[in-house]
Every structure is written in structure tokens, then in C-alpha cells.
């Protein structure tokens, strides 16, 4: 097994424990906001999700090992670990079966590396500080990914100031169209990605900055915390050659170039140098890697040695969608999510069965006919939700290419009757920069992208539906994949699959760079069908009264404490510190082996105390237990009065008072009436139709082999009437939710006078969207909010609770309802539910009515609704 499914097998083991650490257990509050934060709005995609798991997993619980030390650790036998490494049975052979040997054959040896073709895994173990890789297909967010990790990092070191956690970070990009779209993280919102209390202190401490053409330095304060430098390698490397004259602005018009290119370097260098408890990034990390690995790696690697030197390197973070080499995996990897993932979790569009091969010879005018023809009459009329017209990439070899071959293009598109100016042209010899900018917006007039090095990498196109390729691309660097790609980005409500236009040859180039690439072949992409699909559901009655209903409400609160008066107490502990030394004597004695004898008695040697100011004291208890300085100041002074300094010995005594005095919290149970609004406006992203009316909508996600169980209002309004179908479409879970509201909408109908509506509950779970839930306690001891399946609402404000569950529940159910009747724990989380909705009847007995259906089959039997009908029909 490589070292990233092994990784993959304990982050999972400890995201079921709930991401246990004794020492910093604020982690787990970060990643399970990250992996779920309330309301709605951007989320990290479960890739992302699981890349931070695993960064953190490192972290925290492997310690943030060097790749080798990791790679030790998880694989114990050598013949696993040198599998793991790619190290061949021969070269273990040639060093005698030495590891020890083996490891400096690798790091010094340059004709053993090259026999044995371990350059890449010479870069991996060569280094002084930790570095991964997280390689991430295209489309799933790698930018944004970076972003988390340092938001995360960041907040994780202003909740444990002492800790050993990232205050500052450096992002490098590899070039000037990359740097680009690094433009997103000051975009990101990271108040989705950390907790609400969290957040703030984050979003009051970040400075972020980006490196600029004309600057001789990096505008931070040297020594400074939580700066996030946005960069790209040739604007810091230590290689002087790449400044560009308009690097070095008018300040060194009077010195030679070549020492006025040196003097930008190493001042931005000197600026970043200065920071401590940095972490560098490295996006689109690729470029360091492959076919560059002996040049641009190298250059990078000089500058990022150089800074660890300087200064203290957590770790190198890399991020690709490229994590093999010549067939070969890198070594660095430690999470790997590919195309054909991507494509099962609608990340990425669907293209199987749409990669086109044309064998053509020289005939490539008739190619680019009929990829044009064929474009137009398939997706001519496709657009995404937001009405963006679907588009067509076509990518040449040369300028020259694009001069011969775009006549063809445009008499094929008078031929089928559209303008030639929707072509837009793109490359070194037609700068378009403005029109390739806006060619992803709906107001864009281009549908047709003639592109020369151009749109492979950060071009972030969701209308992009087909990628052709004219000719022969020989392009290194994976230059086909990339290309070929640009098209599989994808959009929620899209469903539509994409399409890859190739000729045999690039089909060939195609299908190897997959395989060095991801280890996929085309065979691969076009079995990979999407499992998960995204929708909209927009809201069709906004004002739904609310339900006023008695509740069971649990505070946390101190427990009483001198009228919640911190006070503290003055140590009773020596001030004066001593040492005892003994002298002994070396000389042999009788009664005991013992060559050692004292000689003299012990002294004790009196040391002058560590001391410390109190106003230093008093900063640094109220930032480790985040209390208020002058509560803390103004005790220190009542206990030492106009003594200004104090042991450093007491300041730990303190810190055990304050915890005694802080962590003594208590739940406090009331009954309270709360009026709960079944939608929450807030939660829902607000809009104007083309009626300029008011629109409420949000993003859903469910399972393609759930697609028919949504339930949309539009087909369903003859039999629903003027009940149901509070939004569209209903999401259901399993066919029997949805025969029970077919079975109550036919009921309503014949007996409407004393029913107000009914309401299907359970998918509309999000807190910022409803208030409708009940808390129950999980196996891992917290707290949980569950919301049951359907209201059905009478006019004199009673309510009848229906949840479906299937059958093989039913026998450990009931036993929970029976042993909580008894006063003892249920068992189950089913039974938790169950428990806590039932409470909730309790309390409101003359209001509430709770009922459990147990459903065996696909629909309900006939006596499985009566209670459900003789509740509409009662008088």
C-alpha cells in the first residue's frame, strides 16, 4: 500500500473518535465546523475536507514528522518500507542491506541515484524539515485548501499562544498566471471555515500581501505574526537572473543591474526571513516537480533551505493535481484525490462516453469543421442555471496554426448561421487579456476560445463544455492533460457532461500523461460516472407562522463563586532557590561495592529567584485563559501591593488558581416557550426573479441513485392542492417519505376544513434555515441536532410529529423508549432521537402529538396512516 492509503485509514479512525488531543482539543471544534459549518453558503468540499484532516492528523498526532520518519513509522519491515520508497530489491543489495548506507547513497551518491532512478526520492529525504504533498485533482479547490490550513493554523496559535503552531505563512506560486488566481484567498471566507468565536480574533490578526512589480522589499514588519505572503518564486529565489528591471524601481539607477537584481532578492528574502513559526505553500506545486525536477526544483529548494536556516520552518505544504513522476508516485504524498473521484462526487463534470479521437491524417480543416458543427448542435443551446451560454476551448501548437486555421472556423460558423465574432483570440501575437478575463461571464459575447499557451492552468471556466485540440501538442509538463481538462470544471445544477475533442495522436499523449499523472487511463474516465449530484431548492410560501411550543433549554453557566469574583491567593513557596552539592571521593570500600564516598557534608547553595513585573504576568494569564488583564492586574496588586515584581515561581500557582476558579461550570435545565420559525430567511441566499420578486434559494447535494425521490412542486400540484410544498423540490431520503405525503395530500384534500398545512421537515436541517429540531446526546458525549421528517399542522395550533424510519430499527427502538421509561440510558442513536422527541410531546401535551412509523416495504400499509388520518379528520 503507498503511504497516503495508510494515512487515509487513520485520519478516518480519528475523525470517528471525534479528533482526539490531549494537549490542543480546540481541533476538534475547528474541523467539525469546517467539515460542517451552520447556514448556508461556501463549505469545503470533502476533499478539502479530508487534506485538512490529514494536515492536522500530522500535526497533532504524528507530530509533524519528516517524510522519511513518517514513512519509518508506518512501515515497519524494511521490505514494506523500501516497497513504500520505490527503492529497488538491487539497490538495497549493492549497500549490503544497510539502511543506514543506503539512506547516504541516496542524499550523496550521484551515479547510484541515477542507476536506480531515485532523484525524486533523493529530494524527499534530503531535506532538513517536514514537507508533503496534497494532491488534489483539478476543480477540487487546492487555492482555497491552502487558505484553510493557515486560517486554521492561525487560529489554532491565538488559542494556545505557547503552542507550536504556524504565525505566518508564505505562498508561493510559479508564475505570473498563477499568482493570479492566488488572488482567491483574500476572497475565501474563512468565517466558514473557523467557528464564529474563532473567526474574529482570525479575521483582527491576518494581514495578507502580495508581492508587487516595482518593490525593492516585502511591506511587513520584521518579526511580526500572522502575515500571509502571496509570491511567486521569481520575485524572492535567491537566483538574482530573473529580477526584471521593473523590479528595481528608481532607488538603484545608480547601480550596476547585476548588483541592484541582487539587492531586490535578498531584501525580499531578508523581509520574509524575519518572520517566525513560518509555513511555506507551494500551489500548483507541479511545476517543481516532473520533467522541471532537476532545474525548478532545485531553485525553489535553494530559497526554502535558505529561509529554514533563517528562521524556524514548520513545514512545507505542496499542493498539485499531478502527483506522479515518470509512473511513479512522489514520495511526498500524503493525500491523493484524482480525476475519476472527482467526477464520482460532482466536483468535476461527467465526460464518459464524450472523448472523441478523430484519425484525420493532414485533413485538420475538416477536423476543426466538424468539431465546431458538432459543438454548436449539441451544446449550442446548453447554459448553466446562471444562463452562461456553454463554450468551446480550441488549443493549437503555434500562432502560426491559429493565422491558417481560424478562416475555417469562421466559414463554418456563417455555415451554420452564427456570427465569427464569437471567436475570441488569445496568445502572444493577439493579447486579448480583457476578453480571456471575462470569457467565463454570461456577459461575455465569446462562446469559442482559439487559445496558444494559454487556459491550461488557473483558468477557472464552469462554462467551459468541450476542449478540442487541433494538431499534434507535443507540450511537456503535461501540457495535453492539462488542456484536455479545462472543460471537466463543474457547477451546481449543471448535468450535463462535458466533452474532449482529440486526434489519435493527442488521444495517445492523453491517455500516458493520465497514467504518469493520476495512474487513470481515458478507459478509466469514461467508466467514472458522477455519484452525487448538486440542485437548487427555492422557497414557495415564505410566510409560514411559527411554532409556538414549550422547550427544554440547557445553559452552561459557573457554578457560584464569590459572586463570580476572581480571587487569587499569594503562593505559600520559598522565594529563595538553593542547589545542594556533595562532594565525594573515589577510594574502595569494605562494606559496599561502592568506589564513591562522601567526603564532607552537602552544601546548600542559595540562587537569587527568577523574577518577573506584574503587569507581565498579568498579560500573560489573561491571553492563556482569555480573562479580563485588569481583573487579574488589580489582584496581583492587592496581594503584593507596591512590589512590582514577583517570583516567576508563583505565575504557575496562579495559573492553577485561575483554573480552579474558571473551569467549575454547571448545565442549568429551564422550561422556556419559544416561538420556532420552520424557515429562517437568513439562511437562504436572497435574489430577484425577472418579476422583480423576491426569490429564497439554496444549494442542495444528494446521491445520484436518489435523484427520483426529488419530489418538485410543479409536478406534483394537482394532487398537492394548496398543501405541501413549503419549498421546491422536496429532497426525500427514501420512497416511503414520500408515499406518506402522497397518502396525506390525497387525505387533505377530501378532508381540508381543519388542517392548516403539512410540512416535510426532514431534509431542511440547517440551523440557519430552521429552527425545527431536537437535541439528543451522541455516542461521543455531545450534543446533536436531529430534526424528525413531517408536521402536519391543524388550524388550532396542535401538531401531529410523524418520523419514517425503516423496520430493522423498530425492536432496538422501542427497547430504548422502554429502558428511558425506566430511568436507565438508551443504547442507540436511533433511540436517542426517539427519546428526545418524545420529551418535546411531554412537554407540550396539549400541543404536540408524536408518532414513529416503522416501514418494511417501498410504501406504507394501509393501517400505517390511519393515525395520521384520524388526526385530519378529528373535530
Not at 462562446?447 to 511537456?476: K, S, T, Y
Request: a negative charge; hydrophobic letters at 40%; proline letters at 5%.
Amino acid at each position: 500500500m503507498h503511504l497516503y492509503q495508510i494515512l487515509a485509514q487513520k485520519v478516518d479512525v480519528w475523525r470517528n473518535a471525534g479528533y482526539p488531543t490531549e494537549e490542543y482539543p480546540v481541533i476538534s471544534e475547528i474541523l467539525e465546523w469546517a467539515s460542517n459549518p451552520n447556514g448556508s453558503g461556501f463549505r469545503l468540499r470533502r476533499p478539502q475536507v479530508k487534506a485538512l484532516e490529514t494536515y492536522w492528523y500530522l500535526r497533532l498526532v504524528e507530530n509533524t514528522p519528516h517524510i522519511l520518519n513518517l514513512y519509518k513509522q508506518t512501515f515497519s519491515r524494511p521490505k514494506d518500507l523500501l516497497d513504500a520508497l520505490g527503492v529497488p530489491g538491487e539497490a538495497f543489495e549493492e549497500v549490503d542491506y544497510d539502511l543506514n548506507t543506503l539512506w547516504e547513497k541516496i542524499v550523496d551518491d550521484d551515479s547510484f541515484v541515477k542507476s536506480f532512478r531515485l532523484d525524486a526520492l533523493r529530494e524527499t529525504i534530503s531535506l532538513d524539515y517536514p514537507s508533503y504533498i496534497l494532491a488534489l485533482a483539478m476543480g477540487a479547490g487546492k487555492t482555497k485548501l491552502i487558505g484553510a490550513i493557515f486560517a486554521t493554523e492561525f487560529a489554532m496559535s491565538l488559542e494556545y499562544p505557547d503552542g507550536p503552531f504556524v504565525q505566518n505563512a508564505l505562498v508561493f506560486a510559479p508564475g505570473k498566471i498563477i499568482i493570479e488566481s492566488l488572488r482567491e484567498l483574500a476572497e475565501t471566507e474563512y468565517d466558514r471555515i473557523l467557528p464564529p468565536r474563532l473567526y474574529k480574533p482570525f479575521a483582527a490578526s491576518i494581514k495578507l500581501t502580495f508581492t508587487r512589480d516595482g518593490e525593492k522589499t516585502i511591506p511587513v514588519i520584521p518579526g511580526s505574526y500572522f502575515n500571509v505572503i502571496v509570491t511567486n518564486t521569481e520575485k524572492i529565489r535567491i537566483q538574482k537572473e530573473k529580477i526584471r528591471k521593473g523590479d528595481l524601481g528608481p532607488l538603484f539607477s545608480n547601480m550596476q543591474e547585476d548588483e541592484a537584481k541582487q539587492e531586490v532578492a535578498n531584501a525580499r528574502l531578508q523581509a520574509i526571513a524575519s518572520l517566525p513559526q513560518l509555513a511555506i505553500f507551494s500551489d500548483e506545486a507541479h511545476h517543481t516537480y516532473g520533467q522541471s525536477l532537476n532545474t525548478g526544483l532545485k531553485k525553489v529548494r535553494i530559497t526554502v533551505d535558505y529561509l529554514a536556516e533563517q528562521t524556524n520552518v514548520i513545514c512545507v505544504v505542496n499542493t498539485t493535481g499531478t502527483p506522479f513522476f515518470r509512473n511513479q508516485p512522489l514520495r511526498d504524498v500524503v493525500i491523493w484525490y484524482g480525476l475519476s473521484e472527482g467526477i464520482r462526487d460532482n466536483i468535476l463534470k461527467e465526460v464518459s462516453g464524450n472523448i472523441q479521437a478523430f484519425s484525420f491524417d493532414d485533413n485538420v480543416e475538416a477536423y476543426l469543421e466538424h468539431v465546431v458543427e458538432d459543438f454548436f448542435k449539441d451544446y449550442g443551446d446548453i447554459s448553466l442555471p446562471d444562463g452562461t451560454p456553454a463554450k468551446l476551448a480550441i488549443y493549437f501548437p503555434q500562432t502560426d496554426d491559429v493565422e491558417e486555421l481560424r478562416p475555417i472556423i469562421e466559414t463554418k460558423l456563417l455555415s451554420i448561421g452564427l456570427n465569427p465574432t464569437l471567436i475570441l483570440e488569445h496568445h502572444t501575437s493577439n493579447e486579448n487579456k480583457d476578453g480571456f478575463d471575462r470569457f467565463k461571464a454570461r456577459s461575455s459575447p465569446h462562446r469559442i476560445a482559439l487559445l496558444v499557451n494559454r487556459g491550461v492552468e488557473g483558468w477557472d471556466i464552469p462554462a467551459l463544455f468541450a476542449c478540442a485540440l487541433a494538431r499534434r501538442l507535443r507540450g511537456r509538463n503535461n501540457f495535453v492533460l492539462q488542456a484536455a481538462s479545462r472543460c471537466l470544471r463543474q457547477i451546481p445544477g449543471n448535468t450535463i457532461k462535458a466533452r474532449i475533442y482529440l486526434s489519435i495522436d493527442n488521444q495517445t499523449i492523453l491517455d500516458r500523461q493520465l497514467q504518469e499523472t493520476y495512474g487513470e487511463t481515458i478507459a478509466d474516465l469514461n467508466n467514472s460516472h458522477t455519484r452525487t449530484r448538486t440542485g437548487t431548492i427555492f422557497l414557495r410560501k415564505v410566510n409560514i407562522p411559527p411554532l409556538v411550543v414549550k422547550q427544554l433549554i440547557r445553559t452552561v453557566v459557573k457554578k457560584d463563586n464569590a459572586a463570580g469574583k476572581l480571587v487569587l491567593h499569594e503562593p505559600q513557596l520559598d522565594t529563595e532557590s538553593f542547589l545542594k552539592k556533595t562532594t565525594y571521593n573515589i577510594q574502595e570500600q569494605e562494606s559496599t561495592r561502592s568506589v564513591l564516598a562522601q567526603v564532607g557534608e552537602e552544601i546548600e547553595i542559595y540562587t537569587t529567584p527568577d523574577i518577573t513585573d506584574i503587569y507581565s504576568v498579568a498579560v500573560e494569564l489573561a491571553a492563556i485563559y482569555r480573562l479580563d488583564l485588569w481583573i487579574i492586574y488589580d489582584e496581583l496588586i492587592r496581594i503584593y501591593g507596591d512590589v512590582k515584581e514577583i517570583p516567576q515561581s508563583h505565575v504557575r500557582v496562579f495559573g492553577k488558581q485561575i483554573e480552579e476558579q474558571t473551569r467549575n461550570y454547571e448545565i442549568h435545565e429551564e422550561v422556556v416557550e419559544n416561538a420556532l420559525a420552520l424557515v429562517k430567511f437568513e439562511g437562504f441566499e436572497q435574489t430577484v426573479d425577472e418579476n422583480d420578486a423576491e426569490v429564497y434559494t439554496a444549494e442542495i447535494s444528494y446521491p445520484l441513485d436518489r435523484e427520483h425521490l426529488l419530489a418538485h412542486w410543479e409536478a406534483w400540484k394537482e394532487r398537492a392542492g394548496a398543501f405541501g410544498f413549503h419549498y421546491t423540490p422536496y429532497n426525500f431520503d427514501s420512497n416511503p417519505e414520500m408515499n406518506f405525503l402522497e397518502v396525506m395530500l390525497g387525505h387533505l384534500n377530501l378532508h381540508p376544513t381543519n388542517v392548516e398545512d403539512v410540512y416535510f421537515t426532514g431534509a431542511l436541517t440547517d440551523p440557519q434555515k430552521t429552527d425545527f429540531y431536537v437535541e439528543y446526546k451522541g455516542d461521543d458525549g455531545k450534543w446533536h441536532r436531529y430534526s424528525p421528517d413531517f408536521i402536519v399542522r391543524r388550524k388550532d395550533g396542535t401538531c401531529l410529529i410523524v418520523e419514517i424510519k425503516d423496520a430493522r430499527f423498530e425492536a432496538t427502538t422501542i427497547h430504548d423508549l422502554e429502558r428511558s421509561e425506566n430511568g436507565e440510558v438508551p443504547l442507540t442513536i436511533e433511540g436517542r432521537k426517539a427519546i428526545a422527541t418524545r420529551k418535546w410531546e411531554e412537554l407540550n401535551p396539549d400541543q404536540l402529538s408524536y408518532q414513529i412509523i416503522f416501514v418494511r416495504e417501498d410504501t406504507l400499509a394501509y393501517d400505517q396512516s390511519l393515525q395520521a388520518k384520524a388526526y385530519i379528520e378529528k373535530e
